[in-house]
């Protein structure tokens, strides 16, 4: 039965539960006294709610606490291994595949290299299902606790009614890649199980505002600096995170010919690739036959050799130039969304790290408006290279909270009849 509002009992129920989970997740262990005042629901609300969650399993007791001159307050916490997610990051060199449990604590990994000039579809789609098949098998998993996958993807995510997710990735050659209904095909899924696709740069922003340097902020900027860049602007319409195309800003005109195919993008000058493509025309050496990041390394050791050796004086330069650029695209980011944070994040970023920061920082604030740039700060990421992973896991966590902890139903052939339907939706629970 809806209300003037629209809302039903279930929806109501729902929403309680939510709240209680989220609350106890995020700041528990907590009393069901503390959880009154903190969700804004009636002691009467909370007691029935807790004992909801207990008898579903998701909810524990964790020791007490004493009162003012009363009975010991029980705390309350979720329970841990009351369910499962997959994390994947569709990385520019490998597919990672890791499983976790409902406090993010790793429980099995899986990687499968790839060739940075190839991303087949057919390639990725299979290492991502036998990834998944993999770390299902793993000693400490529970397939009938997973509550869903989620994976981390270059380029823009399309969510459509008859296609699921579809992948619009101009950097690696995808064009309208439907991605989720290719991941359903031989699927060692159950069809109840979902799959949440979205960008890289989102599931990353994701897990910072989460667990990382975004937790507490309203308005952030999360960027990922791998092989290329990519961005998640956090705001307060936007709280879940929205991917934007930053990589692909205009910042030279008839410049550096992109990745995507334009000339004069960001990501020409300021991902890994375009950096390590300059350091070589300019005389440097990257190590040959090896990956990205171990050639990065090599160049950042070039440009930053032990005390009292001579610096390589192409490597410094290309960094430095690299710092202004990357700083440049950032008051872009400052002067249109005002932030308080920028986090950056990526595997070349957080290599980058606090020796490159600084000089960001500089060029930042120098082509920035004032007073925004007086209200922002830059700081590296705090999960590692792993975060795009850990926020892929937390799509399909973050759909189990708005659910209200409920796992979603298969699907009946025998549909009830709505006057059925209605009175299953109107009893006490």
């Not at 606790?145 to 989620?150: C, D």
Request: glycine share 12%; aromatic share 6%; proline share 7%.
């Amino acid at each position: 039965m809806a209300g003037r509002n629209g809302r039903t009992v279930r929806d109501l129920r729902r929403g309680n539960r939510t709240a209680v989970l989220q609350k106890l997740y995020f700041d528990g262990p907590l009393s069901r006294f503390e959880l009154g005042p903190a969700t804004g629901l009636s002691s009467g609300s909370v007691s029935n709610v807790v004992a909801d969650l207990i008898a579903d399993g998701l909810v524990e007791e964790a020791g007490s606490v004493d009162s003012d001159g009363g009975r010991p307050r029980t705390l309350m916490r979720v329970r841990p291994h009351s369910g499962q997610m997959i994390g994947v990051d569709v990385g520019e060199t490998r597919v990672r595949v890791e499983l976790f449990d409902l406090a993010l604590t790793e429980l099995a990994r899986t990687e499968r290299p790839l060739n940075p000039q190839c991303y087949d579809v057919d390639v990725i789609t299979g290492h991502i299902r036998d990834g998944v098949a993999e770390v299902l098998g793993a000693e400490q998993a529970a397939p009938e606790l997973l509550l869903g996958v989620g994976v981390g993807v270059p380029g823009i995510v399309e969510h459509t009614p008859d296609r699921g997710a579809v992948v619009h990735g101009q950097t690696i050659g995808w064009d309208a890649v439907p991605l989720e209904r290719l991941l359903r095909a031989d699927s060692p899924l159950p069809d109840e199980v979902p799959y949440f696709i979205d960008n890289g740069a989102k599931t990353l922003g994701q897990a910072e505002m989460w667990f990382g340097a975004g937790r507490g902020a309203r308005n952030a900027v999360v960027v990922l600096f791998g092989s290329g860049v990519g961005a998640c602007l956090v705001t307060p319409e936007a709280e879940h995170g929205r991917a934007v195309e930053w990589g692909h800003l205009t910042v030279r005109v008839r410049g550096r010919r992109c990745r995507c195919g334009a000339p004069g993008c960001l990501e020409a000058y300021a991902g890994a690739e375009s950096l390590l493509a300059r350091w070589r025309e300019e005389g440097g050496r990257p190590p040959e036959g090896t990956d990205e990041e171990t050639r990065l390394t090599a160049m950042l050791a070039a440009a930053y050799p032990p005390e009292g050796t001579t610096p390589d004086p192409v490597a410094l330069a290309v960094l430095e130039e690299t710092a202004e650029y990357l700083g440049a695209g950032l008051s872009d980011l400052i002067n249109l969304f005002q932030p308080e944070r920028i986090i950056v994040g990526g595997w070349a970023g957080l290599q980058l790290g606090t020796r490159f920061l600084p000089a960001v920082r500089r060029h930042a604030t120098t082509y920035a408006l004032r007073h925004p740039a007086d209200e922002v700060t830059i700081d590296l990421g705090r999960l590692g290279p792993d975060a795009v992973t850990v926020g892929a896991a937390i799509l399909p966590l973050a759909d189990f909270f708005a659910r209200g902890g409920r796992r979603p139903e298969p699907v009946a052939e025998d549909r009830l009849p709505p006057w059925r339907a209605a009175l299953r939706e109107r009893a006490p629970r």
